[in-house]
């Protein structure tokens, strides 16, 4: 079976920082680009950050750019979003997902073009 078992979620001031981690198992990591989207009660679920496994490649939605960081580490077959300098805003549930090719591709913003989905954890930020 394939699971991506998302971490690391918690409460944490603003200004503050979290790391979040998936693991992944039942898949050639490999062979997947892997994103960290969040939703809140009432709105779509967004794209936060994408990363390759082709090439290194990684995307970040405007909002976050400069305070989030995603990594990846195939052997360990894990994917980290690093999350500094957190807002409010940042609340949250944080889902990692799995789109089976190696390079990010037009779709990534897309939700429903992932394949395999963690269970997402909540990051709460307060004031």
């Known amino acids: 079976d394939v699971q991506l078992q998302a971490s690391g979620g918690g409460l944490v001031q603003a200004g503050g920082s979290l790391r979040l981690s998936c693991a992944a198992s039942g898949i050639t990591f490999d062979d997947y680009a892997i994103g960290w989207f969040r939703q809140v009660p009432g709105k779509e679920r967004e794209v936060v950050a994408c990363?390759?496994?082709?090439?290194?490649?990684?995307y970040y939605t405007d909002s976050v750019k400069g305070r989030f960081t995603i990594s990846r580490n195939n052997v360990k077959n894990s994917v980290y979003l690093q999350m500094n300098s957190l807002k409010p805003e940042d609340t949250a549930i944080y889902y990692c997902?799995?789109?089976?090719?190696?390079?990010?591709?037009?779709?990534?913003?897309?939700?429903?073009?992932?394949?395999?989905w963690g269970q997402g954890t909540q990051v709460t930020v307060s004031s």
């Open positions: 997902a799995a789109q089976s090719r190696p390079y990010i591709s037009g779709t990534y913003r897309d939700p429903s073009k992932y394949d395999y």
């Open positions: 990363s390759s496994s082709s090439d290194g490649t990684t």
